[in-house]
């Protein structure tokens, strides 16, 4: 079965390919997750079916934002319109929200640059089970390509996947516990090789 000859997976394979050679099988919600929040931070490039976009965080932001149901996601136009953290009740206790807000307008125009990246930092700490089961399956079935995912072990330090090499040998996860826990860790810091303006531009195009 392995290596892979496939040129592309989707998020849903590849993350339960990557799990079957990590050392403990980590859940497979946490490999997705993990997966999805290196496609938010940038370092992790992701197509969908039968497109060349070069980047889709812009579109992904737009679908998440249409009304849906997010069990850990509540998407507002303004900052003001974020709900407290924390609601005071008379008998002294408190309402805590779980929910991540992401600031996200819906006119076009008032998508600029700096809202862009700081709604896509806000998505890169979002679980995969904080999101709705209706978007739940286009995340999982979102093309990324194997030398994007082998560039983005290199830039992480990982191994070579070993399931999902070209050549007849693959390599072995050597240290993939402390890799992968490294990733999780990383996943959620912000891509900071590209201007915020460079960032835009490339989405919008």
Known sequence: MYPLRD???TVGDLAKHWQLTLPGRPELGMVITGLIQA?????LSARF????ENDIRLRLLNIH???????GLIFVEAPTECPAVAVEQSDGGA??????????????EAQDAATFLKACKAMQAVSFDDVSPDVQPLLLTLNIGRCDFVAFCARRGYEPPAFWDS???AKSFVGAKNAFRKFLLEAVKSHKDK???QYWFKCKT
Not at 49 to 52: D, E, R
Not at 95 to 108: L, R
């Open 167 to 169: 050549r007849k040998e």
């Open 65 to 71: 934002s249409i009304p849906h149901c997010h069990p």
């Open 195 to 197: 201007s915020k303006d």
């Open 95 to 108: 309402i805590v929200s779980i929910q991540t807000c992401i600031i996200w307008p819906q006119d076009p």
């Open 39 to 43: 496609i938010w931070t940038g370092e």
């Open 7 to 9: 040129s592309e997976l």
């Open 49 to 52: 079916h039968k497109t060349s």
